[in-house]
């Protein structure tokens, strides 16, 4: 058989169909409940048992692994093909084991039969199976085993697929997983077969002998840009739930969700049982969806902001690619995925950086609208705006307005926007967002239309809301840090031109003019937040990523100095966060903790001095060291801040009243929990349920709470000088929170 013989796994033909499984996901996660529900009587039967004695059995290591090995033995004696076969194979079993227990660590996810809360610490979840569902390994390890003695062995391709099919049907069958993870542990051994396969055929050189009977041709695609990608899904994905949710924001819209889910209203949000009506319910219906996969969990909540924000790395770096080249689009997805304002922004269960994802599609189209015309992309450009409108309400409206400045300011090109098409972008925009705002008004009328529009739109504009506020150059002073050290080549990417080349002086155009749309409007508005401007750091990250490119090949020195400097400035600023944080800790009695703030600042100021070393090469004129010192300092930094500062911070951003619900819950199963003038949404979202709250106006109401019913009380730990003097039988603290336990007895008023 000749070596230029179509690919078994890898068919050209078969791109149309590449789509296919993730779209099966997608549907089996639609179907998890009913097929559980539908399998569950056959739990506890000899039919179950028989099935996990034999076919579950085959997809074990306890099968794979000897069956490989033995052909290896065997090889040995008989056929040298038949050994490296075997070493292939037993390569693909652990290459897609280690693989599938990574994700199960990225996707915490209950098995179908379990009913207790995820743990609450990482050594907990470690310890407990029961909650490592998705994806299946034993499908995994059994799809990538038949992959790889198939691509060896094509004659044997069928039933051993077959066998890898019955393994998952089996673990649905006995309960062991939800049909989800058995098709998800499937697309990952198909990958990794395929992955080892190639590898194997490569290495091969075309000998028949020593390879699969049909490897596969290389892909075209640079695989740096996979890599890119993998480390950013680890960025944002890694620990994703392990720390409480953060208030405000965080909570409410997470707290928003579950009562969504628990309620079945899906169209008038409630927090703690009250109407919420601060933000229109995109976001909501994700983080419900993702409550009905993986449970109700921090995790879950944030999980589709950071599955957006891999989206919005990827979207941006496929941009730069096409137009400047991989090269740049490399460095452009680089630049994204390690600001910190897209890693901690994108961790967090909010809408920024969704906003920012819908807005970058919805700009994409908004070009392929004008330069090619065609009626999908009027439809998919005003879909795109519903939706972002939809998620966020007028903030949805940044891309039209960026979309219909730059067509006045930019002249040159084609034009193929008619005026059929505006019209029906603007039927495809009222289709997807107006459904929601008329049920809303007539619901609510008057009441959701004085919160809505008059207090969450018109006041953050000429108010500062709960008291974020800041000067004019707020953002720009923001971007300076959280988008550093990339920032440092912004000025020479929005200043250079490319007169001679139409589409690139199109797309830097188009660029500018979205930075700017962002930037000016918000820098003027009296309240102000970080998450605002996300959406401007595609169009940022694409002209760096552009410019380091043009910076690797061309000389200059004042991007190299300024990172320099910059990254001096920025580690002796941060080089005095353990004393900050002892100062500002002594206000609510914690100075002793901020001691555990010093080994995390050492590596973040560490980070910063690998930068001021990428900065001295570069000014040396070793620009692609220079830019290697660059990225690795950065990812110090940003790992330095996600593993050993915020926890440390957690419990003084909105943790610590989730900490000490947890132990109330725990240690005080009998106790009714109260809250004094603290927020209820974290609280609310750790119980599952609504819980009563007392302001510093009601202490006459909380005491006689406190009557005859054991309680659990959680107030600010600043306000002893109010609960110190109550009976209380046990004490904790978490944070600038403190959790009392009061016994059944009488208390005077």
């Known amino acids: 058989m000749s070596s230029n013989v179509s690919p078994c796994f890898a068919d050209a033909s078969r791109n149309r169909w590449r789509f296919l499984p993730w779209i099966v996901l997608a549907l089996a ?28 059995w085959l997809g074990t290591g306890y099968v794979q692994a000897p069956l490989a090995l033995l052909m290896i033995l065997l090889g040995a004696i008989w056929s040298r093909r038949l050994m490296r076969a075997g070493g292939w194979t037993l390569l693909s079993f652990a290459v897609s084991g280690v693989s599938v227990n990574l994700l199960k660590l990225l996707f915490p996810r209950p098995r179908p039969w379990v009913t207790d809360p995820l743990p609450s610490t990482w050594t907990a979840y470690l310890r407990d199976s029961d909650f490592q569902s998705f994806p299946s390994a034993e499908t995994a390890t059994t799809f990538a085993v038949a992959v790889s003695i198939s691509s060896w062995y094509p004659g044997l391709r069928l039933p051993l697929l077959a066998v890898a099919a019955l393994v998952g049907v089996a673990r649905v069958l006995v309960g062991g997983h939800h049909p989800s993870d058995v098709i ?12 080892i396969t190639s590898w194997a055929g490569r290495r091969a050189k075309g000998d028949r002998e020593r390879g699969p009977a049909q490897p596969p041709t290389r892909s075209p695609r640079d695989p740096r840009l996979g890599l890119l990608l993998g480390g950013s899904a680890i960025l944002l994905l890694g620990g ?87 090269r740049a689009g490399l460095l452009a997805g680089l630049a994204l995925a390690t ?25 994409l189209a908004y070009a392929q ?51 059929g098409s505006v019209l029906l972008a603007a039927a495809a925009f009222t289709f997807v967002a107006a459904p929601w705002f008329i049920a809303m008004a007539v619901r609510h009328g008057d009441t959701f239309i004085d919160i809505f529009i008059k207090q969450q739109h018109g006041q953050r504009v000429t108010h500062q809301m709960q008291s974020h506020g800041g000067p004019v150059f707020y953002y720009l002073a923001l971007i300076a840090v959280s988008f550093f050290p990339w920032v440092v080549f912004l000025p020479a990417g929005i200043r250079h031109r490319e007169p001679h080349d139409e589409q690139k002086s199109f797309w830097r155009s188009l660029l500018v003019v979205w930075i700017a749309v962002v930037l000016l409007p918000f820098s003027l508005v009296s309240t102000k937040l970080p998450g605002y401007v996300t959406p401007l750091f595609p169009a940022m990250a694409v002209l760096v990523g552009v410019e380091l490119d043009r910076r690797l090949t061309e000389a200059g020195r004042a991007p190299w100095v300024a990172a320099l400097a910059g990254a001096l400035l920025l580690g002796a600023a941060f080089a005095l966060l353990p004393l900050a944080g002892a100062r500002l800790g002594a206000r609510v009695g914690a100075s002793s903790e901020a001691w555990l703030l010093v080994l995390p600042t050492a590596f973040w100021v560490g980070g910063y001095a690998v930068i001021a070393a990428g900065g001295i090469e570069g000014m040396a004129g070793r620009p692609h060291r220079g830019l290697r010192f660059m990225a690795a300092g950065q990812t110090v930094v940003v790992g330095a801040l996600l593993i050993g500062v915020l926890p440390v911070l957690s419990p003084y951003l909105g943790g610590g009243p989730a900490h000490l619900a947890e132990r109330a819950r725990r240690e005080m199963p009998d106790s009714r929990i109260v809250l004094y003038e603290t927020r209820p949404e974290t609280v609310a979202f750790v119980l599952r349920r609504p819980v009563p709250v007392f302001s510093h106006n009601e202490k006459v109401q909380l005491m ?31 944070g600038s929170a403190a959790l009392l336990d009061f016994p059944a007895t009488e208390m005077e008023q």
């Open 29 to 56: 996660f639609a179907i998890d409940g009913v097929v559980i529900t539908a399998v569950k009587p056959l739990h506890d039967t000899g039919f179950a048992d028989l099935i996990h004695g034999t076919i579950r």
């Open 184 to 195: 998800a542990g499937g697309i990952v051994g198909v990958l990794v077969g395929q992955i």
């Open 240 to 326: 994703l739930g392990w720390l409480p949710l953060f208030g405000r924001d965080e909570a409410l819209y997470a707290e928003a969700a579950r009562e969504m889910l628990a309620g079945g209203d899906w169209i008038t949000p409630y927090v703690n049982g009250v109407f919420f009506f601060e933000k229109p319910p995109l976001y909501y219906w994700l983080a419900g969806i993702s409550y009905s996969v993986f449970g109700v969990s921090p995790f879950a909540a944030r999980l589709p902001a950071a599955l957006m924000a891999i989206l919005t790395i990827a979207v941006t770096a496929r941009l730069a690619a096409r137009v400047w080249g991989p």
């Open 339 to 363: 600001s910190l304002q897209m890693i901690m922004i994108g961790r967090m269960g909010i809408m920024d950086v969704p906003l920012t994802c819908l807005i970058t599609l919805a700009l």
């Open 369 to 419: 609208w004008r330069r090619h015309g065609g009626l999908l992309a009027a439809v998919a450009f005003g879909t795109l705006v519903g939706l972002a409108m939809l998620l966020k309400g007028m903030a949805g409206g940044l891309a039209p307005a960026v979309a219909v400045v730059h067509a006045l300011a930019y002249r040159r090109g084609p034009r193929r926007i008619s005026v």
């Open 704 to 734: 006689a709470a406190l009557e005859d019913t054991p309680t659990a009380l959680i107030a600010p730990a600043k306000e002893k000088s109010f609960w110190g003097e109550l009976p209380y039988r046990r004490f904790w603290r978490s």
